[in-house]
């Protein structure tokens, strides 16, 4: 399954990148930086909070009327510090990455552009304790999901733009190894299934130059995940929640 979602991830950006260049003009591509403060929150007192820096490749055709159809990962890393629910000074490393494809449909009135998609995506995350924490845990945290979202772009000229876009995330398959442990070998805790979302607010700017169309976008954002605490042997997955806010800046090429 999570093969499969990859791939189809990947065909979807390579296929309307190369085989559809004409029919599904405008398309952009957008790469650059991507900071955000995450803040992790587990049931029975485990918090910490930090700071992640990574990347943003995001490919999207959005046009007046017809199909929108967008594909995008994202890599970041930073480190978490923190205190456990016994008052111990914590500190971890912390790896996000995730690939996501959306299809859907536009429509568009006046300086407005409206989208309504659905798509899906796989998560994979890797938190890694280490010192002052009492036990250096090491835990993998997968799933894939599901995705509705819609947006609405405003383009008040040919030069400027703003998007408002907002996303429904459905966890499918969630779970975490926890590795490191000084009493149990590796465990595999399967999570309860809930719902994520996030939040974004972009302004693009575009520069038409002699040989194409470039330009920069500024986007700001907000991410809730959450994996819902689950009864398991030889111990229960403790609920997780994850309350994220950001920005990225990216150049872009629109074809």
Known sequence: MQKLLIATLLNIL?????????????QTLNVGPEIYHTKRIRHGGTHQKG??????????????YGLYLSAQGRLAYGKLSGFSGKGHRISSHQLDSEL???LGGSYSFN???LASFGGGGYYYGINKYGHPTPIPLKFHDTFSFLTLGSLIQWNPSGEFSMTLTHKVRFMVKGQSKIMNDPNYDTQTLPMNEQRHYEISLSQDFKLPLKRGLYG???TSFYRYRHYGGRANFPFDFIDTKFI???INASATYLF
């Open 14 to 26: 390579l296929f309307s990148s190369f085989t559809l260049s004409g029919f599904l003009s405008p």
């Open 51 to 64: 700071y992640l820096y990574g990347t943003t490749l995001q490919y999207e055709h959005l046009s007046k």
């Open 100 to 102: 996501e494809g959306s």
């Open 111 to 113: 300086k407005f552009t």
């Open 216 to 218: 920069f976008s500024f």
């Open 244 to 246: 994220i806010y950001g």
